[in-house]
């Protein structure tokens, strides 16, 4: 069974900082792996996906990892704004299962601070 | 539409009624799915639709849970008999298609939360 984790769960850091999150998974069967923004009583927003057979993708200033062998995926976050501020989920879904539901890490909360 | 719609936002009902979540995925979005996210276990998976069919309802915790959808389009979870557990965010999302496509990105709705009382 698919285990995904992230630690840590909650994360402060002054304006301007780089924010590194990491997310980590016991299969390495992937199909993708998908990083999500949540704020406060909303829904989630996606922000990158990696397909299995890719490295890295990235958009403004966000950038997203993906090593396989190691079963580790690091979202970037340069530059950091109170904007930022928000829980940020990683979910991975598996080859041959039908459709491609999700399974979700329990997310790190981020406190950007001006 | 532009986004996946979900209604009610917020449902507060008794326990022991039933209560009915819609769902309108992205338009053209052939694959639907529910999760439930509650405080202490996360986001779980309940079920999924490819078009109108549901080829997986491992996720449902209970036979008090149903979902259809139908024309392809709009989804309805129904949850009867309702128990203060029950109690929690239902975050509906849709994607391009299910099995077999590797750029499937899912789009989530705002949920909607559920309090039993």
């Known amino acids: 069974k698919q285990e995904v984790t992230q630690i840590p769960a909650a994360l402060s850091v002054p304006e301007g900082e780089n924010l590194v999150l990491n997310c980590s998974f016991t299969d390495s069967a992937i199909y993708n792996l998908q990083w999500f923004r949540q704020d406060p009583g909303k829904g989630l927003t996606s922000l990158l996906l990696?397909?299995?057979?890719?490295r890295e993708q990235t958009s403004g200033r966000l950038n997203a990892s993906l090593d396989k062998s190691s079963g580790r995926s690091t979202l970037y976050i340069a530059a950091s704004q109170p904007g930022d501020s928000a829980t940020y989920l990683c979910?991975?879904?598996?080859?041959?299962?039908?459709?491609?539901?999700?399974?979700f890490g329990g997310g790190t909360r981020v406190l950007v601070k001006p | 539409g532009a986004g996946v719609s979900q209604s009610p936002s917020n449902k507060v009902t008794e326990k022991g009624k039933d209560v009915e979540l819609r769902c309108d995925p992205i338009s053209g979005h052939t694959a639907l799915y529910w999760y439930r996210q509650s405080l202490g276990q996360g986001l779980e998976f309940l079920i999924y639709f490819q078009g109108n069919s549901a080829p997986d309802k491992s996720g449902l915790p209970s036979d008090r849970f149903s979902a259809e959808r139908t024309g392809g389009s709009v989804s309805t979870l129904t949850i009867q008999r309702t128990q203060q557990e029950d109690s929690a965010v239902y975050l509906c999302a849709s994607s391009l298609g299910g099995a077999g496509r590797r750029n499937t990105e899912a789009f989530f709705g705002q949920g909607t939360r559920l309090t039993v009382v």
């Open positions: 979910a991975l879904s598996r080859p041959r299962a039908a459709g491609n539901k999700l399974t």
């Open positions: 990696i397909q299995s057979s890719q």
